[in-house]
């Protein structure tokens, strides 16, 4: 079963930048699609990104234009970079592959 840890969220302004790390082990990790969904206070969990394991990417589309997704084999990580952040892209981000989730890493945009 592929383990997954997050990593790099934390207090940014609105217009700022984040950009969060998922680290994977116990997989082959370059045969890995991985996708970054997100829990907004108040709301049900979301999708938000995707990158399957030849680097195409998809975007929700409340953050298409905003967020890129990426990955580094070499790494075994994929990043979500987050640019032009909203109050509204707070919440818990998690990455999840083969039916395996990390433990979530908080997001704040706050003044």
């Known amino acids: 079963q592929v383990q997954l840890v997050e990593s790099g969220g934390g207090l940014v302004q609105p217009g700022g930048s984040l950009r969060l790390s998922c680290a994977a082990a116990?997989?082959?990790?370059?045969?890995?699609?991985i996708d970054w969904y997100r829990h907004r206070p108040g709301n049900e969990r979301e999708w938000v990104a995707l990158?399957?394991?030849?680097?195409?990417?998809l975007y929700a589309a409340s953050v298409e234009g905003r967020f890129t997704i990426s990955r580094d084999n070499a790494k075994n990580t994929v990043y979500l970079e987050m640019n032009g952040l909203l109050p509204e892209d707070t919440g818990v981000y998690y990455c999840?592959?083969?039916?395996?989730w990390g433990q979530g890493t908080q997001v704040t945009v706050s003044s």
């Open positions: 999840t592959t083969e039916h395996s």
């Open positions: 116990g997989g082959i990790f370059s045969l890995l699609s």
């Open positions: 990158i399957t394991r030849s680097g195409s990417t």
